[in-house]
Every structure is written in C-alpha cells, then in structure tokens.
C-alpha cells in the first residue's frame, strides 16, 4: 500500500515539472539589425574616443615638469601624438559610417536621419522618455534604435562628432601652419570663433558633451539589456538582436 502511495507521489511530481517546463517556456525572436561594418565601427570608434578624451584632458590640463633635462623628455608629445592618430582615426571612421548609412541596411542610416516632421515619431520619443523616467510600466520594442536614442545620436553624437572633427581639424592646422591640408578647416572655422583661445575652449567643451553622452549611452545599453527583455550590447557584436520573452 505504502508503495502504491510512493509511485503516485512520484508521477504526480513529474507531471507538475512538466507543466511548470511548459508554462516557463516563452518565444524568443533574433533579427539581424547590424551588419559587420556598423559593428567594426563602433569598437574602434569607442576606443578612439576614450584616447581622445583621456589625452584631450592633459592637453587641457597639462601634467607637471617632469625632472631632467627638458629635452629628454618628449610626454606631452606622445600625448599630443597619441590624440592626433586617435583624431584621425575618428576623422576616417566618420566618413566610412557616412557611406555605409548609404550602402546598408535601413538601420545603419538612423544615426543621420531624422523623421522630423512625424507625428508618431514625437510621441513615440515621449513615450521612451517616460520608461527612462520609470513612469512606464513595459517598454514598447524596437529592432532598430528606439525614438529617443535615435534622437540622442543625431543630434548629441553625430553632430556633436562632425564638430569635434572639424574643430580638431582646424586647431590642428594651427599648429601645421599655413599651407597644410587643414587650412580649409582653419580658415572656415576661426572667424566664426573669434580667435584660437575660444576655439580651443569651445573644443574641449564639445569633449564633455561627448563624455557625458557615452556615459548616458552606457547606462542606457545595460538598462534596456537588463530591463526592457531585448540585447542591446551583445547585438553589437553579433548584429542579432534578441527579444526576450517575446511571447508574453
């Protein structure tokens, strides 16, 4: 008798295992959103700009004299060097990422494009604006950009990039002098200026704005991975961006 009891306790656990395997069962969708060259110019972007900031910031505020002879040491030139290659490499970046906003897919174009005269789009924009502020309960899901980073990265990074480049450029020139490549960029930039000191510092206040906006950018990837149930920061890796919990 006992023995009967024991073999029904035991079928009726695997049956409640079973079911529990069903209901936690949900549909996951992965559509491929970035392709091979929007991912390889992301990476190097970032690492380009976090040499850009950390050199842009003992160029502004240079380090003490080292001790020795002056001439045996050559740290603010390694420094300047290191933010000049870390410049052009953004520089050249920029203008592969402008043509392929042309060459790929639709999703590679909304970093330069902005659908300003939608009405969805607006409201969609608040709409995100108030999951960011918890004032939403579920986040509504994008393959692409949502509105408001779409928004975010036209107007904060890719004008603020195209700034910083052009402006880098012309104080670059600056210190080439007359007759190099840049003297375009010098030419066209400091008389909207005014004079050098205010294009230096208008240049390394656009550095603060790119800083804050990769912090903003960072927290934003990791709340929507952990909150919003869809990959942010491993699509940049591998293009394929997964919807968690699809089916609910």
Not at 58 to 79: N, R, V
Not at 127 to 144: M, S, T
Not at 205 to 227: K, N, P, Q, S, T
């Amino acid at each position: 008798m006992t023995a009967h009891v024991d073999e029904r306790s035991a079928d009726d656990e695997i049956a409640d295992l079973g079911t529990a395997e069903h209901h936690l069962q949900v549909r996951q969708t992965a559509i491929y959103v970035y392709e091979w060259p929007v991912r390889l110019w992301h990476w190097v972007n970032a690492a380009a700009i976090l040499v850009l900031a950390v050199t842009g910031y003992f160029i502004a505020s240079s380090l003490p004299s080292l001790p020795g002879e002056a001439s045996d040491q050559y740290l603010m030139g390694y420094i300047r060097f290191a933010h000049f290659t870390a410049g052009f490499v953004m520089a050249a970046g920029m203008v592969g990422r402008i043509y392929w906003a042309f060459a790929g897919n639709v999703h590679a174009r909304q970093m330069f494009v902005l659908p300003f005269w939608s009405g969805k789009f607006w409201r969609e924009v608040l709409i995100e604006a108030q999951w960011y502020a918890f004032l939403r309960d579920y986040p509504k899901k994008y393959v692409g950009h949502n509105p408001l980073a779409q928004l975010a990265m036209v107007t904060i990074y890719s004008v603020g990039s195209i700034f910083m480049i052009v402006t880098g450029m012309a104080l670059y020139a600056e210190g080439a002098g007359k007759g190099s490549m840049f003297d375009m960029a010098y030419d066209l930039v400091i008389p909207l200026t005014g004079n050098s000191q205010n294009l230096h510092t208008i240049h390394h206040l656009g550095m603060w704005a790119i800083i804050v906006f990769v912090m903003i950018h960072v927290y934003a990837a990791v709340r929507e991975d952990i909150m919003s149930r869809q990959s942010m920061i491993s699509t940049m890796v591998s293009g394929w961006r997964m919807f968690k919990d699809d089916g609910k």
